[in-house]
């Protein structure tokens, strides 16, 4: 597989630290190769536009697997690039264990608690996997621009994903949310909380909107 202009139009094209990271996690997880050649020993490609990878013979591995970027990278980016090949690739079905490192609520990417509370759920009600088999452990969590988060997630495949047609958006019903403060954060977490219950009650009329408050240890 063979992917270039990457990240073209942005501010600063090519790839970062975490679509490096990205890529060899994914590489590794399909016992393959990956150029350029920095990203398969363990490197970063800063600013490169072109990918390169070539999975193995033998399909996709189980096993333990890290990833770390070494900075606020997205946890759950490196999640959505990997995900399919822990759920679709294993003859034998074992576990894969991913250990996921960098930035867990993070500018620009899903928290991870958005895989936790909806992707995984919409997974077990629409695609069929059963809720056992994606398991997530909050180690800690990292923010921008420091990181330092740890997730892990254990994932058993599982035979097909159904097919599934979802075209209706739907009205919501209730809307939960919760706001966390690390570090100097937690001195605002109060206002935050009751900004956004306030934001989202005028965005939904009518709504019960319930907004919690967690501080992090720093």
Not at 49 to 64: A, F
Not at 136 to 142: E, M, N, T
Request: with cysteine.
């Amino acid at each position: 597989m063979k992917i270039h202009s990457i990240r073209a139009g942005r501010e600063r094209p090519g790839l970062g630290h975490q679509h490096s990271t990205g890529a060899k996690l994914v590489s590794d997880l399909c016992g393959g190769m990956v150029k350029p050649d920095i990203i398969q020993f363990g490197g970063h490609a800063e600013g490169v536009t072109e990918l390169q990878v070539w999975p193995g013979v033998e399909g996709l591995r189980s096993g333990t697997f890290i990833a770390d970027p070494h900075t606020a990278g997205s946890i759950t980016l490196l999640l959505q690039a990997s995900l399919p090949c822990c759920l679709l690739g294993h003859r034998k079905g074992e576990d894969v264990i991913l250990k996921l490192r960098g930035g867990s609520n993070t500018k620009g990417a899903p928290p991870v608690d958005f895989m936790k509370l909806c992707l995984f759920p919409m997974l077990t009600r629409f695609f069929g996997v059963p809720e056992e088999n994606i398991q997530v452990d909050i180690k800690s969590r990292g923010y921008y621009p420091l990181g330092g988060g740890e997730v892990e997630f254990r994932v058993k495949p599982v035979a097909e994903l159904k097919p599934i047609v979802l075209v209706e958006r739907g009205q919501p019903e209730c809307i939960f949310g919760t706001v966390f403060g690390g570090g100097t954060g937690k001195k605002i977490v109060k206002d935050v909380a009751r900004l956004v219950k306030q934001k989202l009650s005028e965005i939904f009329p009518g709504v019960e909107v319930k907004i919690s408050i967690s501080n992090e240890p720093d």
